[in-house]
């Protein structure tokens, strides 16, 4: 069964806006730290964004701060990044990840959604 399914991805223009949704299937995992990464083709698979399980600590990657906002909504077990003034360069499969514990490493998140694909057309 799957545990973490994404949402939300498409193909917009360069400085459209897309909202991802990560919908989980437990409730537990609204006490996981909750995360956002990203795979572009050839490339391998970087952090995007996270949030802390009460929602009151973020993190960014240097490349997104200031345009992308990830937040929760742990009464319904869901985590959201909001994309704002879209580049090319944000092409990629966008995956929502969840890990027990504060993670330091990728390898930290254990539970990973199948992806959803996000274009941005020049």
């Known amino acids: 069964q799957v545990q973490l399914v994404e949402s939300g991805g498409g193909l917009v223009q360069a400085g459209g806006s897309l909202r991802l949704s990560c919908a989980a299937s437990r409730r537990t995992f609204s006490s996981y730290t909750m995360g956002w990464f990203r795979q572009a083709p050839g490339k391998e698979r970087e952090f995007v964004a996270a949030v802390s399980w009460t929602g009151r600590s973020t993190y960014y990657a240097d490349s997104v701060k200031g345009r992308f906002t990830i937040s929760r909504d742990n009464a319904k077990i869901t985590v959201y990044l909001q994309m704002n003034s879209l580049k090319p360069e944000d092409t990629a499969v966008y995956y929502c990840?969840?890990?027990?514990?504060?993670?330091?490493?990728?390898?930290?998140?254990?539970?990973w959604g199948q992806g959803t694909q996000v274009t941005v057309s020049s």
């Open positions: 990840a969840a890990s027990q514990s504060p993670p330091r490493m990728i390898s930290e998140y254990n539970y």
